[in-house]
């Protein structure tokens, strides 16, 4: 049994024994380890794992039954052994643990892909840090100091932070948190771990399927996130209107990979942060709007009477500019979508135009979340309302668009 433990406690990442070790340190063939292990099975003080990365606990131990009965049938090669949870907690000395809370989790037993969850804001830090690498795609993400701080001394060593993955979980009330496997957090220094530890949430959470199917199942994700599949559409939207020789609808599309930080679920749920999501979608949607797109088709101006019969020339709107040329070049059996679209769109912008023009103080409230998440999903409908508008040009066809995007496989959440 020492031996076990040992194995498990003085391993770099808390790596279970292998039965072939343990019979050459104790002097025994596999046949006689197999009548001792036996016994420590039962007794609860040894666990058997023979399924996936057998070198890692990665979930929690088999029933007992089930132990004994993959020891009978197994080659014992393909195994490893584990000091049960119920026997590290009577001899781990957790003072050697003192600060490190997760790490101490792990000696004590802890599946190495357990999910745990913590509060979003947990992630604000690191997203306001310039000296941190911190990206995620609304599914998953990572964080990591900088080579660049790191090469000029820029960080102390607290703070050379690095969490090779965390994804997002839900509660039955669509509540997000932050979640990460436990054997990711012992990368984190003593005092990232207190920061980490004073955010974990209790409760029922749920990862994100996606989250799931890659991290765990080591599959491809079947969907988009709402702000990937935006991005999306708007640079496929551009090469619609090339293909149809004109000039792009959007001045400026991005990649996944240099898409706006902010573009993206909240993490604090403030009117002060809904405000800047509103500000940087409307800069994504009318303010990018393309004049030029426009320009020969319809007048970009427009002349308003004044007094004296005096007359003042205006700019028109995009949104405006965008409602006419539709009108004047597409004919709609029912026009109820394109209506929707071009109001979401207004909508946007009033939203945006409403704290340009008051001073409010701040408010935190969970309703927030919910607020810019049902706006984001209108935002997308009208984007994709528009590809759709788009496609139906017989120049468009050459243009590829995403499975996942033409099947309407995109997360809500």
Known sequence: MAYVTRHYLESRDFNGMPPNRLADQIGLTLEEVKE???????????SLNTTGNFHIKAFEDLPVEHQLKKL??????????????????AVVDRAKYDGKPFTLRLALGEPQLKPLFFALDVLEAYRNDPRMRYWHNDICGGISITDEACEADQAHE??????????FAYDGEMNR?????????????????????????????????????????????????????????????????????????FRTVYESSNRPREFTLMIRPTQKELNSFVHLLDK??????NKDFFRGDIELEQELPRC????????????????????????????????EMIATFKKIRRHRQKPAHSVNEDEFDQRFFREQ?????????????????????????????????????????
């Open 158 to 167: 607290r703070d050379k932070v690095f969490l090779q993955t965390f994804g």
């Open 284 to 289: 994504l949607v009318s303010e990018n709007f």
């Open 177 to 249: 948190s932050v979640a990460v496997y436990a054997c990711y957090l012992l990368a984190l220094t003593p005092e990232h771990q207190r920061i980490w530890e004073a955010k974990l949430l209790s409760g029922d959470y749920t990862l994100h399927p996606d989250y799931y199917r890659t991290s765990i199942q080591g599959e491809f994700p079947e969907h988009w996130s709402l702000c990937e599949a935006f991005i999306m559409e708007m640079r496929i939207i551009n090469e619609m209107t090339e293909a149809m020789g004109k000039s792009p609808l």
């Open 373 to 413: 998440r049902d706006l984001l999903v209108e935002a997308y409908t009208a984007i994709r309302t528009l590809r759709l508008i788009f496609a139906n040009d017989p120049r468009t066809a050459s243009v590829k668009v995403d499975q996942a995007l033409y099947e309407g496989k995109i997360w809500s959440y």
């Open 308 to 339: 004296e019969g005096k007359v003042e020339v205006r700019q028109k709107g995009t949104i405006g500019l965008l409602e006419e040329w539709l009108r004047k070049k597409v004919r709609f059996k029912d026009d109820q979508r394109f209506v």
């Open 36 to 46: 001792l292990l036996r016994s420590l099975i039962k007794d609860e003080l040894v």
């Open 72 to 89: 009978q049938e197994i080659d014992l090669r393909q195994s490893c052994l584990y000091p049960t949870t119920k026997h590290l907690k």
